[in-house]
Nanobody
Framework: QVQLVESGGGLVQAGGSLRLSCAAS????????MGWYRQAPGKQRELVAI???????SYADSVKGRFTISRDNAKNTVYLQMNSLKPEDTADYSC???????????????WGQGTQVTVSS
């Protein structure tokens, strides 16, 4: 019942920045946690960043200090600001939303279609 649409992916050189957006629609009243996952070929899917309804945030160690998750409630949109990008950040990034933090962490809830981020050396 929740639809998520990501945008903002692309190609960037190492050290550069990108901002991903995730717009939610549908039964958005049911969303209590949103986050960003990423997955590269041959690697396990990784939960990169989380933001809760109350505004609490958390990050994977691999991106801590470089990525920032935020939200604009008026636009029903969550953002992922990615700075100091590294080639290791290259992956398909997907937005997720769930009625609870635990469900989000387990991969449940709604998912967007994904957006590709490629960081060149």
């Amino acid at each position: 019942q929740v639809q998520l649409v990501e945008s903002g992916g692309g190609l960037v050189q190492a050290g550069g920045s990108l901002r991903l957006s995730c717009a939610a629609s549908g039964s958005i009243f049911s969303i209590n946690a949103m986050g960003w996952y990423r997955q590269a070929p041959g690697k396990q899917r990784e939960l990169v960043a989380i933001i809760t309804l109350g505004g609490s945030t958390s990050y994977a160690d691999s991106v801590k200090g470089r990525f920032t998750i935020s939200r604009d409630n008026a636009k029903n949109t969550v953002y992922l600001q990615m700075n100091s990008l590294k080639p290791e950040d290259t992956a398909d990034y997907s937005c997720a939303a769930a009625p609870s933090l635990s469900l989000l962490q387990y991969g449940g809830g709604s998912w967007g279609q994904g957006t590709q981020v490629t960081v060149s050396s």
